[in-house]
């Protein structure tokens, strides 16, 4: 990841604006919502490998501040949803595009199934991200 | 199967309050299949989209808008190494790859 970051700096332009914007981990509730109500079934499980890979980008880019590359101009946070028709349909994506970082318990995929079965027919499932979004200034 | 990522389009708000695209080139690494990309290139003067899978390329370029041609080009690479000279670009974005 440093050297990626000692690469970026090489292709951009002095006072070149770098963005980083990426998930984090945080609480990644689970809810089931509708145009008349929302409901929280439960929260996905960060796994291992999620939360070493968070800690480190954070430790690169200290690294690439440190060496003098990048200076911090700001730092922000926001959430985005992945929305889902169904609750199947979450957890077939969960399990396959995001097995390696979190996972669902039983307690949480039983309760989205329920609440979403037993629900308004536009009921649909979301999971809410945490996203962080830096901005840094080549030196 | 359906999915709709950031259907209130969180993200690229945040994105343009926190760059301003207008004539500035470009470099997107983890383009994938360009889904941040239409967001914000029309402004740019030129972008390019890195991403080492070969797949996600070929899909984005079959996306790619025509009236942005001659404006959005991609390149399968990693950001380890960018195929690029010194001092190329203005903006660099690291859309969920570092």
């Keep these: 990841m440093v050297h990626a970051l000692d690469e970026i700096r090489r292709v951009l332009a002095p006072n070149g604006i770098l963005v980083d914007l990426r998930p984090i981990d945080d609480e990644r509730p689970i809810e089931v919502f509708s145009a008349r109500e929302t409901r929280k079934t439960g929260d996905a499980t960060y796994l291992p490998l999620g939360l070493e890979d968070d800690i480190a980008a954070n430790q690169a880019m200290e690294t690439a501040e440190s060496n003098g590359w990048f200076t911090r101009q700001s730092k922000g946070f926001f959430h985005l949803h992945y929305v889902w028709d169904t609750a199947s349909e979450m957890e077939e994506w969960i399990k396959t595009e995001w097995e390696d970082f979190i996972e669902l318990d039983e307690e949480t995929k039983r309760a989205t199934r329920s609440a979403w079965a037993l629900g308004d027919g536009d009921m649909r499932v979301r999971a809410r991200v945490k996203m962080l979004i830096a901005k840094w200034l080549r030196k | ?98």
Aim: proline fraction near 4%; include cysteine.
């Design chain 2, 1 to 98: 199967m359906t999915l709709i990522k950031d259907p209130e389009q969180n993200e690229t708000k945040h994105l343009h309050k926190t760059v301003d695209f207008t004539g500035k080139r470009v470099l997107e690494i983890g383009c994938g299949e360009g889904r941040l990309t239409w967001q914000y290139a029309s402004a740019s003067f030129s972008t390019i989209g890195l991403d080492p899978d070969k797949d996600s390329l070929r899909v984005a370029t079959i996306d790619r808008p025509s009236d942005m041609d001659n404006k959005i080009y991609f390149a399968n690479a990693q950001a380890e190494h960018i195929p690029f000279e010194n001092e190329t670009f203005d903006i660099a974005i690291l859309a969920w790859s570092l």
